[in-house]
């Protein structure tokens, strides 16, 4: 069994045997109480581009997130109101904005990380990197310094959130929507400050100034805070241990090992769509009111275990950040966290002293990963 399968199975005793079991029936497989289940990378694509598979409508993200929320934080939302909110949103994350930020926030936490290895300390990736994927998120939604306390008090209010969602989820009960609520009202609270202080150097202040309105200003730091914090903090630690168990390290082509890490982890395993209109999925009729699970997991694992020369074909390009209209809009800021994280850990050789996976969280990820340079 590898590292990888310990993780799932630590985080989903029950769900990951039953979801590796679905891919072996094919690549469309209705599963009562779940949904239509898709588990082929092909067969994926085509329903993200579909317009009428949608995020808004019963049994989607929306049902889950709406309540808490609000209804326009891209993540629930459809059409044309989508598309202008994606637009005015999306200069906030190009490139070179989001490389600016994460090279502020991280500058100082990597040069102590750095520092530590070389004194030959054993540390733990895991902590480390929930306290830097909460600083960039504590500074996308507002905050100007962050303690690394507040990063970390973030970081576990956000897994307290997201802990709350199983594959068979469908709603929240009404005490989920009241603590999650209150996580985010807090998150809502930071992004108004920022979003009045009407600095054009901060995500908020530049919501602002794109001409978006409070309300959506909160619920857009609601949504980056709930995508953007768990799925790069936990990606890391992983990333770096599948590379130490292959026997890579220093030398190797980053990109291309960050992608194929991503291939094997897909830290969002799943996506769910409702269906709006009669349509076919892979041959597969479904209904208005079906619900779509797109296993991501089974597209991306069908194509074999980690493999540093694989290239990946067409169908399956980056289908772990999604495709289509709803495309991870963090895409360039999860990769310039992965990025400034990882050439700083592998400058050194770095050896796992010690791992243990994380049971009952969303995400798979280990609870420790202790790391010393050799
Ligand atoms: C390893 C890191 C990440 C992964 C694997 C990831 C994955 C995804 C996926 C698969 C989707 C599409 C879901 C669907 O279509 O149902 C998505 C959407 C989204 N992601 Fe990410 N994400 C990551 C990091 C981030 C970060 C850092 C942010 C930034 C704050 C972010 C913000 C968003 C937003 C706002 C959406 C909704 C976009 C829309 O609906 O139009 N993500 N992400």
Request: aromatic residues 6%; positive net charge.
């Amino acid at each position: 069994m590898t590292e990888e399968t310990r993780l799932y199975l630590a985080a989903h005793p029950f769900a990951y045997p039953l979801i590796r079991l679905i891919a072996r029936l094919g690549p469309v497989v209705r599963v009562p109480g779940v949904g239509v289940v898709v588990n082929d990378a092909a067969v994926a694509r085509r329903v993200l581009m579909d317009p009428r598979f949608r995020k808004d409508g019963p049994g989607s993200p929306g049902d889950l997130w709406t309540p808490v929320l609000g209804p326009s934080v891209l993540l629930n939302m459809e059409g044309a109101a989508h598309a202008t909110l994606r637009a005015k949103l999306a200069p906030l994350f190009t490139p070179s904005s989001v490389s600016a930020l994460v090279t502020d926030v991280l500058a100082q936490p990597l040069k102590e990380l750095s520092a530590r290895l070389e004194r030959g300390e054993s540390v733990d990736l895991v902590h480390h990197m929930r306290l830097m994927a909460g600083a960039v998120i504590c500074r996308v939604i507002g905050l100007g310094e962050i303690s690394a306390g507040r990063a970390l008090a973030l970081f576990a209010e956000g897994e307290r959130v997201a802990s709350m969602v199983s594959l068979r989820t469908r709603r929240l009960n009404p005490r989920q929507v009241a603590i999650a609520r209150e996580v985010l009202d807090g998150i809502g609270d930071i992004a108004s400050a920022a979003y009045r202080a009407e600095d054009p150097s901060t995500v908020m202040g530049r919501m602002r100034a794109l001409g978006l309105s409070e309300a959506e200003a909160r619920g857009a730091a609601g949504a980056f805070f709930l995508t953007g914090t768990e799925t790069v903090a936990t990606f890391v630690p992983r990333l770096i241990a599948l590379l130490h168990d292959h026997g890579a390290g220093r030398g190797i082509d980053l990109d291309l090992a960050i992608e194929e890490a991503m291939r094997v982890t897909t830290p969002t395993p799943v996506m769910l769509r409702s269906v709006a209109e009669p349509a076919h999925v892979g041959g597969a009729p479904v209904r208005p009111g079906d619900r779509v699970l797109i296993a991501t997991h089974n597209c991306a694992r069908a194509y074999g275990p980690f493999d540093l020369s694989r290239r990946h074909p067409p169908e399956l390009r980056r289908l772990w950040f999604g495709a289509g209209a709803h495309f991870c809009l963090g895409y360039p800021l999860a990769l310039a966290e992965i990025r400034a994280v990882a050439s700083v850990l592998l400058r050194h050789d770095l050896r796992i002293v010690g791992r243990r996976a994380a049971r009952g969280v969303l995400i798979p990820t280990y609870e420790h990963l202790w790391i010393r340079a050799a």
